[in-house]
């Protein structure tokens, strides 16, 4: 852990700390409730839960998608791929700044600790930091509650952080030359962007939930190998007698 990973995660801590509202690893049924009253879903006649998102967000944006160049990593990521858009640590800072502010205004902050991984030995922990319940409810249904030995885990200390605002945005005059320029010769102010060596993943200005589950996904894509771990995307199902079915996909984000 360097310096600058340090005082980052650090200024994050001491961010939230100040905050007057912070709402901490909630129950699935509180978050639910509060992402009904707070008008970010709704419950339909069968007890599930809708939602909605505006044009831009109804997939993913690989364009407005970023891996940080760090010199420490850079020798470990095919940068001629066109899936891997490279950020410069700078303009990372100037968005982790502006996340800090954005978490600032907000009038409830949810904090969510989950991780990653079935197999407590590889479970990587996460802390999700956002405004919206329904993001947490996602969360909770796609990450794995802590295991009681995480301990045990390659990563125990090796927490990621996950901070997402989907209802915010870029300013497109402070990030005009260091994000996509769209079509029309605007600036995105869209941007999905993850520091494999800070440990840190900004999601800013996208409602597409699933942005949160692909950034993680392919820290773990990016982390297991070092340990020794071919990951694998892929699920399956079980039947009455044991029998199973399973889906295998390849790639990242």
């Not at 794995?144 to 990563?155: E, M």
């Not at 840190?200 to 982390?223: D, P, Q, R």
Request: glycine letters at 4%; a negative charge.
């Amino acid at each position: 852990m360097n310096a600058i990973e340090v005082n980052m995660i650090a200024e994050l801590q001491e961010s939230l700390k100040k905050h007057s509202n912070i709402q901490e690893n909630l129950s699935r049924e509180s978050l639910i409730t509060q992402a009904v009253e707070n008008k970010e879903a709704v419950l339909t006649k069968n007890g599930s839960l809708a939602t909605w998102t505006p044009p831009h967000s109804t997939g993913r944006s690989p364009k407005d998608t970023y891996i940080v160049r760090n010199p420490e990593s850079e020798l470990n990521i095919d940068w001629s791929s066109a899936n891997n858009i490279a950020m410069n640590p700078q303009t990372f800072s100037m968005i982790f700044e502006d996340a800090l502010k954005m978490i600032d205004e907000k009038e409830t902050v949810y904090i969510t600790d989950r991780v990653i991984g079935a197999d407590s030995k590889y479970a990587l922990p996460v802390k999700t930091i956002t405004d919206k319940s329904l993001s947490q409810v996602f969360i909770d249904n796609m990450f794995r509650p802590v295991p009681n030995d995480l301990d045990k885990s390659i990563f125990a200390n090796d927490e990621f952080h996950l901070i997402a605002l989907p209802n915010n945005k870029l300013n497109k005059d402070r990030y005009k030359g260091l994000v996509r320029e769209l079509p029309n010769g605007e600036t995105s102010d869209i941007c999905v962007v993850v520091d494999f060596d800070q440990k840190i993943g900004i999601v800013i200005g996208s409602s597409y939930m699933g942005a949160m589950k692909k950034l993680m996904f392919t820290v773990m894509n990016y982390y297991l190998p070092f340990k020794g771990v071919l990951p694998l995307h892929c699920s399956a199902n079980e039947g009455k007698n044991g029998d199973s079915a399973s889906s295998r996909s390849f790639g990242n984000w």
